[in-house]
Nanobody
């Protein structure tokens, strides 16, 4: 059973950076597609970024494009989300998710239903 554990969240000021990590156990990160999502209380889960399994194609939500970077490190069996120039509207619980083979097409990676495994989330708060 694949387990995902996020870390790296915290409270920062606007303009700061954070790097979220998603540690993978029970599976090999190179075999999966990956997504990051976020959610605030009372709102629907929002797609942030994804990397498609197999091809490595990357896909970002418009709201984070140019500020966030998704990456994988197969030597560490982990997935990362580098977040720069953080804004108050980035405040949310952030979740990583894994898509197992056969991999979903890139355009469908924005939907939470495309993923098979989820982590428990890590909180990011951006406030002055």
């Amino acid at each position: 059973q694949v387990q995902l554990v996020e870390s790296g969240g915290g409270s920062v000021q606007p303009g700061a950076s954070l790097r979220l990590s998603c540690a993978v156990s029970g599976g090999t990160s190179s075999r999966y597609g990956w997504g990051w999502f976020r959610q605030t209380p009372g709102k629907e889960r929002e797609f942030v970024a994804a990397v498609r399994g197999g091809t490595g194609q990357i896909y970002y939500a418009d709201s984070v494009k140019g500020r966030f970077t998704i990456s994988t490190d197969n030597t560490k069996n982990a997935v990362f989300l580098q977040m720069n120039s953080l804004k108050p509207e980035d405040t949310a619980a952030y979740y990583c998710a894994a898509d197992t083979p056969p991999w979903i097409i890139l355009s469908a990676l924005r939907y939470g239903s495309s993923y098979d495994y989820w982590g428990q989330g890590t909180q990011v708060t951006v406030s002055s």
